[in-house]
Structure formats: structure tokens, C-alpha cells
Nanobody, 122 residues
């Protein structure tokens, strides 16, 4: 049983930055991976970044490479997504998610946060 609480979304202008935070609690594993997904109306959730707890394995969607980066604070069981150079195409609801093991597949993430809206204006 894992609980996730995310925050940090909001409205920004194109070219701006946001940092999303995700706090994990409950029975987490040392092999755990945290992922960040985003979803727009009528679309399935799309993985944009993932990193295991050690930080030695990571994934970034091609369209966010060089702009987004993940980090974590192991002592606080928190993960972050720093988003820079935002564009209107980044507008979506962003979710953090948890998997027991490193994965780049949506189906393997068993626990999800509530979502936080990111809106990027032109």
C-alpha cells in the first residue's frame, strides 16, 4: 500500500519553469521507481520521465529531454520533476506514479497520485 501526494502545478508563460513534487508514503521497496505521466483530454496517460530510487536508471520522453529533469530526496521519500522552457504543448494534468521495480511501461505502475494541472500560456 503506497500513497502519493503531488503538488506544484500551475499557470506559467511559455518559456517559464515549474517544479512538481511527489511525496510517497506507505510500504515502499528499495527497488522502487517513481514515474511522471501526463494526460490531456481524450488521450491516454503518457510517461514523460522515470527514475528508480537509486537514481541510476532513468527515462525521459524525447520531447522533454534537455528541458525536464527528475530528482529525489531519499530521506524524505520525495521525487521531483523540474520543468524548464515550457511550451503550450506541455499543458496537461501531470501524475506521479509508483512501481515496485524500474519500468518504462504504464501498466507496471500500480499507485498514482491525484494529478496536478500544468497550463502553459502562449
Amino acid at each position: 500500500q503506497v500513497q502519493l501526494v503531488e503538488s506544484g502545478g500551475g499557470l506559467v508563460q511559455a518559456g517559464g519553469s515549474l517544479r512538481l513534487s511527489c511525496a510517497a508514503s506507505g510500504r515502499t521497496l528499495s527497488t522502487a521507481t517513481m514515474g511522471w505521466f501526463r494526460q490531456t483530454p481524450g488521450k491516454e496517460r503518457d510517461l514523460v520521465a522515470a527514475m528508480n530510487w537509486s537514481g541510476r536508471l532513468a527515462y525521459y520522453k524525447d520531447s522533454v529531454k534537455g528541458r525536464f529533469s527528475m530528482s529525489r530526496d531519499n530521506a524524505k521519500n520525495m521525487a521531483y520533476l523540474q520543468m524548464n522552457s515550457l511550451t503550450p504543448e506541455d499543458t496537461a494534468v501531470y501524475f506521479c506514479a509508483y512501481s515496485d521495480n524500474y519500468s518504462e511501461k504504464t501498466a507496471e505502475y500500480a499507485y498514482w497520485g491525484q494529478g496536478t494541472q500544468v497550463t502553459v500560456s502562449s
